[in-house]
């Protein structure tokens, strides 16, 4: 990686300014004795933006221990199981303080306390964030309390810098903390202490400044980010902290040595009657493209106690269209902008209102598994039609096509530009797709739509039963996915079985036998490629049961498990005839409708009509497939099986 590929000049001016400063905080960090390093971004759900929409129910006052309760057993009940365990509570939830000037709960609204919901949460199976700003009240330094644990006491007063100045971006509501006095560091700990005690499990530090729209001559919170860090490390509980908002990006290395994460953009809520809007959403992408390089599992300074860290994009508020204030397309944008770039996947919607589709896309094990792999997305291409990839360190590639215009537009990844070339494998991620291409892939998009796909070299293996036609040359492309190298299986039996090469030409190690009651075809064009591997076929008579089994499945296949296409159309004339495939235990019935023999494009059936079948998600170095008639309009119940694709993951 140079550092030319992300701005030149300006990274290079960056980290030539940063080089005293990063050598300083090697002496902290060499000392620094880290909790867990989080090496993936949370996910979860957050109450803020429920609390700041304008929405009839919602806003400050929506903010209850029985409202929190609520939405944490509905997490548990709903995104739960795909790994949000994060019921992180907001601002709102804190009234006064207690004898030691440490903050406690709003005695209205939370009358059980803070330990109580903890208990909720914990109860449910997750983990429990809380809110706080760097600072000291002003109500505390009036009153000016002892702090817990000095002995002779030492009174808030003392730590607090004078003349008075404000300690965060709120202004005179927190006053700032001079940290070179005795008993500063100790009112920290307190606080985190109390958190800790209440089974608090993630910390958003807020208002943080260089950042939250002002600069360091307004205030600097640094040496607070760090007291609240070293307080985590005492308090003897494991406890996540994000520091917010719009955090200043000229301090990346502070910000990486001394927190989990960083919000670093505005909020995303619009504040009015929906949850956000699209110029929320979409402010995003150029904010981004600077942080980028920073974050993750190979971002600059991975080596930190608690590594690169993660760029926090806020809350992923897409689970319900209507109070979310964005279009479908909008949606999704969002999620597969936020999953590519890794950011912490939390939503702040009303779990209990969610609809369908935005639980689909919370739901997307495939994006999710992107996002969780921290392998962080850098900008290829600006403007309008953005290109964003993410190097997945194995070969492969996930990469994003965002149109950002006002109008339809295509947006190409030419191969080279992410460090591939020839042929490839594209997934779609959410369609759940594969297709193939060389040399680039394009995807026409609807404003604010996009693409988001997982592209590699194909790990292929297709076998044409020829049945009564003829063998396949091979150069000869053909399948969904339309590759090469297929191999000619020849006969109605072979139990010794013939070895396979893959899609490349090239040994595979894997073999395939098969057993049918005789060979037919299709009497169709004999045209090389889709044709000629459609026409001839294994056919089954009556209730007999054909079977291919493919054995000795290299890693290739077997790491991330694979899918087999089935290809299957009979000749069977003025008759209908439905028939049966099953693979590891999943059964597809397929309806060949009369008189529709293969006419140069694939439909898949599922329980339906088509003339091809998808088995997903098997693992094993062995599969047996089996196929059976199931019935048929005239007296001759049949089940091709004209070939198969066995395509790695």
């Known amino acids: 990686m140079k550092f030319s590929d992300f701005g030149g000049g300006k990274w290079q001016h960056k980290l030539s300014?940063?080089?005293?400063?990063?050598?300083?905080?090697?002496?902290?960090?060499?000392c620094f004795t880290a909790s867990p390093t989080h090496?993936?971004?949370?996910?979860?759900?957050?109450?803020?933006?429920?609390?700041?929409?304008?929405?009839?129910?919602?806003?400050?006052?929506?903010?209850?221990?029985?409202?929190?309760?609520?939405?944490?057993?509905?997490?548990?009940?709903?995104?739960?199981?795909?790994?949000?365990?994060?019921?992180?509570?907001?601002?709102?939830?804190?009234?006064?303080?207690?004898?030691?000037?440490?903050?406690?709960?709003?005695?209205?609204?939370?009358?059980?306390?803070?330990?109580?919901?903890?208990?909720i949460v914990h109860g449910n199976g997750q983990k429990l964030g809380i809110?706080?700003?760097?600072?000291?009240?002003?109500?505390?330094?009036?009153?000016?309390?002892?702090?817990?644990?000095?002995?002779?006491?030492?009174?808030?007063?003392?730590?607090?810098?004078?003349?008075?100045?404000?300690?965060?971006?709120?202004?005179?509501?927190?006053?700032?903390?001079?940290?070179?006095?005795?008993?500063?560091?100790?009112?920290v700990n307190s606080v985190v202490d109390q958190f800790a005690s209440w089974g608090v499990d993630f910390l958003k530090l807020d208002g943080v400044v260089p950042g939250s729209?002002?600069?360091?001559?307004?205030?600097?919170?640094?040496?607070?980010?760090?007291?609240?860090?070293?307080?985590?490390?005492?308090?003897?509980?494991?406890?996540?902290?994000?520091?917010?908002?719009?955090?200043?990006?000229?301090?990346?290395?502070?910000?990486?040595?001394?927190?989990?994460?960083?919000?670093?953009?505005?909020?995303?809520?619009?504040?009015?009657?929906?949850?956000?809007?699209?110029?929320?959403?979409?402010?995003?992408?150029?904010?981004?493209?600077?942080?980028?390089?920073?974050?993750?599992?190979?971002?600059?300074?991975?080596?930190?106690?608690?590594?690169?860290?993660?760029?926090?994009?806020?809350?992923?508020?897409?689970?319900?269209?209507?109070?979310?204030?964005?279009?479908?397309?909008?949606?999704?944008?969002?999620?597969?902008?936020?999953?590519?770039?890794?950011?912490?996947?939390?939503?702040?919607?009303?779990?209990?209102?969610?609809?369908?589709?935005?639980i689909s896309l919370l739901t997307n094990t495939a994006v999710i598994a992107q996002d969780q792999a921290g392998n962080v997305g850098q900008q290829i291409q600006g403007g309008n039609s953005q290109i964003w990839a993410a190097n997945n360190g194995n070969g492969t590639e996930t990469v994003g096509l965002f149109n950002l215009a006002?109008?339809?537009?295509?947006?190409?990844?030419?191969?080279?530009?992410?460090?591939?070339?020839?042929?490839?494998k594209v997934h779609d991620l959410w369609a759940n797709t594969d297709s193939i291409h060389t040399t680039s892939y394009a995807a026409s998009l609807a404003t604010d739509s996009s693409n988001l796909v997982k592209i590699e070299p194909p790990h292929v293996l297709s076998i044409d039963f020829v049945g009564a036609g003829t063998s396949m040359a091979s150069s000869s492309t053909a399948g969904v996915l339309a590759l090469p190298n297929w191999n000619n299986a020849t006969g109605s039996v072979n139990t010794g079985g013939i070895p396979l090469v893959d899609s490349t030409g090239a040994t595979s190690g894997a073999w395939a036998s098969w057993n049918?009651?005789?060979?037919?075809?299709?009497?169709n064009s004999n045209t090389a490629g889709n044709y000629q591997m459609m026409n001839g076929y294994l056919d089954t008579y009556s209730g007999d049961t054909s079977t291919v089994q493919v054995w000795d499945l290299p890693s290739t296949?077997?790491?991330?498990?694979?899918?087999?296409?089935?290809?299957?159309?009979?000749?069977?004339?003025?008759?209908?005839?439905?028939?049966?495939?099953?693979?590891?235990?999943?059964?597809?019935?397929?309806?060949?409708?009369?008189?529709?023999?293969?006419?140069?494009?694939f439909t898949q059936a599922n329980n339906s009509a088509g003339n091809y079948v998808r088995f997903q998600n098997i693992t094993g170095n062995t599969f047996t497939l089996s196929a059976t008639p199931v019935s048929s309009t005239d007296a001759y119940p049949r089940c091709p099986i004209n070939g198969i694709q066995v395509v790695a993951h």
Not at 17 to 30: E, I, K, S, Y
Not at 241 to 262: G, H, K, L
Not at 406 to 424: D, E, K, M, P, R
Not at 576 to 601: C, F, H, K, L
Request: with cysteine; charged share 15%.
């Open 131 to 187: 809110y706080w700003i760097p600072g000291v009240g002003t109500d505390v330094y009036d009153a000016n309390p002892p702090i817990y644990g000095t002995n002779p006491p030492i009174y808030v007063d003392s730590i607090v810098a004078q003349p008075l100045a404000t300690g965060d971006a709120f202004g005179s509501w927190h006053l700032k903390i001079d940290f070179t006095k005795p008993g500063a560091q100790q009112y």
């Open 516 to 523: 049918a009651t005789s060979t037919y075809e299709l009497f």
């Open 213 to 358: 729209d002002q600069t360091i001559s307004y205030c600097d919170d640094r040496p607070d980010v760090e007291a609240y860090q070293t307080a985590i490390q005492q308090c003897g509980r494991p406890i996540w902290m994000t520091i917010s908002w719009n955090i200043n990006d000229d301090y990346i290395p502070f910000w990486q040595t001394y927190s989990n994460a960083r919000r670093i953009d505005d909020d995303v809520e619009s504040y009015t009657s929906t949850l956000t809007s699209w110029s929320g959403i979409s402010k995003r992408f150029a904010d981004e493209a600077n942080w980028a390089p920073w974050a993750g599992n190979t971002g600059y300074n991975s080596n930190y106690p608690l590594g690169s860290g993660w760029n926090d994009l806020d809350s992923l508020d897409v689970g319900n269209g209507s109070m979310d204030g964005l279009t479908n397309n909008q949606r999704q944008t969002a999620a597969s902008f936020w999953a590519l770039e890794c950011s912490p996947f939390y939503t702040g919607d009303d779990l209990y209102h969610m609809d369908s589709y935005g």
């Open 557 to 601: 296949f077997t790491t991330n498990g694979y899918d087999v296409y089935v290809y299957c159309d009979g000749d069977n004339g003025s008759a209908t005839r439905v028939y049966s495939y099953t693979i590891d235990g999943t059964t597809v019935d397929v309806t060949d409708n009369a008189n529709t023999n293969y006419s140069g494009t």
């Open 17 to 30: 300014r940063w080089f005293g400063q990063t050598a300083a905080l090697a002496l902290v960090t060499a």
């Open 406 to 424: 006002g109008s339809t537009a295509t947006v190409t990844v030419n191969f080279s530009s992410i460090g591939l070339s020839g042929t490839q």
């Open 39 to 119: 090496a993936q971004p949370y996910m979860g759900w957050s109450s803020w933006s429920l609390e700041s929409t304008t929405a009839s129910g919602y806003g400050s006052s929506w903010l209850t221990e029985g409202q929190m309760e609520v939405q944490s057993d509905e997490l548990a009940a709903t995104l739960q199981p795909y790994g949000y365990n994060y019921f992180n509570i907001d601002s709102g939830w804190s009234s006064g303080f207690d004898s030691y000037g440490r903050p406690t709960a709003n005695s209205s609204t939370f009358p059980d306390g803070i330990p109580w919901i903890a208990n």
